[in-house]
């Protein structure tokens, strides 16, 4: 089974930058993909980034250019880098790992709060 530890949510200004991070524990040798989806008040769920375990990233289009998803092996730690932050990024952020041992796993979600 694979843990998922979010930071780095917080309030922010239209216009200014977060880093989310994700601390994966547990059975990380099984994750195939690990990334991020926001949940807005009202709205699905919708995938905002992912980085497969080969680096190939996936961006949902409303947060290209602005968004960047990176990450470190060694601390088993994914990133979201958030720039030119828009309201309408306003959501709950969870981090998402898919394993071929037990399939889909979630963090606990970050809020992300974006003021105009």
């Known amino acids: 089974q694979v843990q998922l530890v979010e930071s780095g949510g917080g309030l922010v200004q239209a216009g200014g930058s977060l880093r989310l991070s994700c601390a994966a524990s547990?059975?990380?040798?099984?994750?195939?993909?690990i990334g991020w989806y926001r949940q807005a008040p009202g709205k699905q769920r919708e995938l905002v980034a992912t980085?497969?375990?080969?680096?190939?990233?996936n961006y949902v289009e409303s947060v290209k250019g602005r968004f960047s998803i990176s990450r470190d092996n060694a601390k088993n730690t994914v990133y979201l880098q958030m720039n030119s932050l828009k309201p309408e990024d306003t959501a709950v952020y969870y981090c998402?790992?898919?394993?071929?041992?037990?399939?889909?796993?979630w963090g606990q979600g970050t809020q992300v709060t974006v003021s105009s």
């Open positions: 980085i497969t375990s080969g680096g190939s990233t």
């Open positions: 998402y790992a898919r394993s071929w041992e037990n399939g889909n796993n």
């Open positions: 547990g059975s990380t040798f099984s994750i195939t993909a």
